[in-house]
């Protein structure tokens, strides 16, 4: 099963690119989802993280304090580096099993912002789609969905550095049925370089 990873810095819509994948029945596996079920799923992971960054890191209610999490890690990079060490291997081997399920769909989608700058992922992408926006667009987008503030979105967006390569480049700063069409053309378009590429593979 081939895997196309959608990435791009927080705010550019790689959500709402794989919203639109989903509606023609491709898979898409969400990493971050994903990443904040593991730390539930997996009690030793969680505790292994709680040791590692000397907090307390579940809500009375049981919950992930995400909060918490975040504002640690993004102004932290030696904590966010201990965080990815425990957690990405993990998120690796609950990736493979995930797309080994799936048999009949022409590829799988994995979206992340960061997974192209980990080694632990080396290889496990066919392809790659770089979702875009304006800057401050972005910045809008994040400060109104999440009620933070420029400064923290800011940081947020210093820690996602953006791929070395992409195969296609998705521009989601104007309407939906904008963004509708270009995923249309990138993903399902059989004259795209994405197609070929995936179907090249295929065939090799």
Do not use: H
């Amino acid at each position: 099963m081939k895997t196309v990873i959608v990435t791009g810095g927080i705010g550019s819509g790689k959500s709402a690119v794989c919203a639109l994948l989903r509606e023609r029945g491709i898979p898409v596996y969400d990493c971050d989802r994903r990443a904040k079920e593991l730390y539930l799923e997996q009690p030793a992971l969680l505790r292994a993280l709680e040791e590692q960054l000397g907090l307390r890191l579940l809500t009375p209610g049981g919950k992930l304090d995400r909060a918490t999490l975040a504002g640690r890690i993004f102004a932290d990079p030696s904590a966010r580096e201990s965080v990815e060490a425990l957690l990405y291997p993990a998120l690796l081997r609950d990736f493979k099993r995930w797309r080994a399920r799936y048999r009949k769909p022409p590829f799988v989608a994995l979206e992340s912002a960061i997974i192209l700058s980990k080694p632990v992922f080396d290889g496990i992408a066919d392809a790659v789609v770089l979702v875009e926006a304006p800057v401050e667009l972005r910045l809008e987008r994040v400060m109104r969905r999440d009620g933070a503030d420029a400064e923290a979105v800011r940081r947020r967006m210093s820690a996602q550095p953006l791929p070395a390569r992409a195969d296609a480049v998705i521009v989601n700063g104007a309407s939906p049925q904008a963004l509708k069409t270009a995923v249309e053309q990138v993903f399902f378009d059989k004259k795209s370089y994405l197609c070929k590429i995936l179907n090249q593979e295929v065939q090799a």
